[in-house]
């Protein structure tokens, strides 16, 4: 059975906030599907929440990261709560390929989409957030493109020192997790030109079914769908920040023709190449 979650996105390029309260979470009591990239910060108080369908008790000092694609349901609070966040669009995120940017932390991310920060980190963030909400919030400034893509890579510096932190100072990583992070190192360097789960089965010198499996318990994904991800983000990227044509785009990809590409593309994303590109 598969879920038609409904899509979430921001208004603008950037969206930054300090003060989101109980009020306005409670907007976001129904599962959504973020198709914007956010990270949040708890300033105050508790709720919880579900993420990627796990649930979440988040706390004051709690580092929240959701890359697009995250299933988010905002449950009961457990007392008051205020939240600071800056989030990114898909216009932006999909320009930049952030998934690519953040292709070393993906399995980490997904699995610990919620840390503790100690008094310090947290203050780090919050000034941050302030920041870039003075910027977002003032109707005399323009933020142009560049500058959005500086602030993202900024989170995404500061974000990915966390996490790296974080794996040092509490456990090693797993074998099984150890897989998945091969896996996606493996399928950013070949696929453009592989795209069948055997080969990295090979490649990683382990069967298909073990990579399958492992795979499916710690990402909640099958392997073909990493691969997928990966290859659509490419394209995506490409779409909206090229004036690459649709083939060229196809064949960069090592698609056959443009038609193949355009079938790939509309039964992982729900539209051709042109109606995302002009979306």
């Known amino acids: 059975m598969t879920f038609d979650f409904p899509q979430v996105d921001l208004p603008s390029e950037i969206v930054a906030w300090t003060d989101v309260t109980e009020d306005i979470l409670n907007l976001y009591r129904q599962s959504c599907r973020l198709k914007a990239g956010i990270f949040a910060i708890c300033m105050e108080g508790s709720i919880k929440a579900s993420i990627n369908l796990i649930d ?14 995250s299933i988010i349901q905002l449950r009961e609070k457990t007392e008051k709560v205020r939240l600071s966040f ?17 292709l070393d ?16 980190a947290a203050g780090y963030f919050k000034e941050y957030f302030a920041f870039v909400t003075r910027l977002a919030c003032n109707e005399e ?34 074998r099984k997790e150890e897989i998945c992070k091969e896996l996606v190192q493996a399928v950013a360097q070949h696929y453009v030109t592989e795209r069948k789960a055997l080969f990295y089965a090979n490649t990683l010198g382990i069967s298909l079914q073990h990579l399958s499996t492992t795979v499916k318990q710690v990402t909640g994904k099958n392997v073909l769908d990493i691969i997928a991800y990966i290859v659509i983000m490419d394209a995506k990227a490409k779409l909206k920040s090229t004036q690459m044509t649709i083939q060229e785009i196809a064949f960069s990809l090592n698609f056959p023709t443009a038609s193949f590409f355009g079938k790939y593309f509309k039964r992982h994303v729900g539209m051709t190449p042109v109606q995302f590109r002009e979306s």
């Not at 800056?86 to 953040?102: A, I, Q, Y």
């Not at 993906?106 to 699995?111: G, L, Q, S």
């Not at 400034?141 to 100072?169: D, G």
């Open 56 to 69: 979440y008790e988040i706390k004051e000092n709690d580092l929240i990261t959701l890359l697009p694609g």
């Open 86 to 102: 800056v989030g990114f669009s898909s216009t932006c995120t999909e320009r930049v390929n952030l998934f690519k940017l953040f």
């Open 105 to 120: 932390l993906f399995h980490k991310t997904t699995e610990h989409p919620v840390l503790p920060l100690n008094q310090e």
């Open 141 to 174: 400034i323009t933020i142009a493109p560049e500058m959005t893509e500086a602030l993202l890579n900024t989170v995404l510096a500061a974000t990915r020192m966390v996490y790296k932190n974080y794996s040092k100072a509490n456990r090693k990583s797993s």
